[in-house]
């Protein structure tokens, strides 16, 4: 696969790890009491991928957004080196930020911060994305897109991706932020899906059929071919 000519769509998001020891309770107020000891900053989100891809393959091209507020921008270049980035970058917002408290001790997340302005881009902008895409679609061997439903991708542009896309591979994740308004139907008719069991159920609205079962449902329904499930720790 070195040769392949590869594109990653997504959402670009700065993972901030908060390392602290737990002091105790507080004396007045029923709270958990941290000290900070330091910060461990990470591209995160589809960024991730496309440096995780660059290991694998030469030439990997990277569709994103970032804010104008807290661009991350030299962050983003020193990370994401021989990589080819189209990057917008949306006005009056914010660089998308996960930030999660950790105790050192245990390793164990205590809380997770989100900075996330997922208010709905104007016309120009999803406009200018989707006529990137368009244009430029095709040209990839490959195309593997992360949507996390912080509002990148909307359906016009998801629709031109499934239909330039030589061969597409999606990972449309459901989170505590946009859980009851993302949805994978938007990508009916995709070559290939990775999607976590919950994910799947909630999609389906089904608890108690079993995954093989479930899988071959919903691979006829949405007519997708290849569906991976992934379980966690099983």
């Not at 496309?50 to 507020?69: P, Y």
């Not at 962050?75 to 105790?103: G, H, W």
């Not at 897109?145 to 591979?169: E, P």
Request: aromatic share 10%; proline share 0%; with cysteine.
């Amino acid at each position: 696969i070195q040769k392949l000519k590869v594109l990653v769509i997504g959402e670009t998001i700065i993972d901030k790890y908060t390392f602290c020891e737990t002091i105790g309770k507080a004396s007045k107020e029923p709270i958990l009491v941290l000290k900070e000891n330091y910060e461990k900053v990470f591209i995160g989100g589809a960024a991730s991928i496309a440096q995780n891809i660059r290991n694998l393959v030469d030439k990997v091209d990277f569709f994103s957004e970032i804010g104008t507020k807290n661009s991350y921008k030299k962050l983003l270049n020193s990370r994401l080196k021989k990589i080819k980035k189209f990057i917008f970058q949306s006005r009056n917002k914010a660089t998308i930020e996960k930030k999660r408290f950790v105790d050192e001790i245990s390793n164990s997340k205590i809380l997770g911060v989100y900075n996330i302005d997922d208010k709905e881009e104007n016309y120009v902008s999803q406009n200018k994305k989707n006529n990137f895409l368009k244009k430029n679609g095709n040209k990839y061997d490959w195309v593997v897109l992360s949507d996390y439903g912080h509002g990148l991708l909307d359906k016009n542009i998801s629709k031109t991706i499934i239909k330039k896309s030589k061969f597409l591979f999606v990972n449309c994740q459901i989170n505590a932020n946009n859980r009851g308004s993302h949805s994978i139907i938007k990508y009916k008719g995709s070559h290939n899906l990775i999607i976590n069991e919950s994910e799947l159920r909630y999609e389906m609205r089904d608890n108690k059929t079993k995954i093989a079962n479930l899988v071959k449902r919903f691979s006829s329904l949405y007519d997708i071919s290849n569906v991976v499930v992934t379980q966690g720790s099983e």
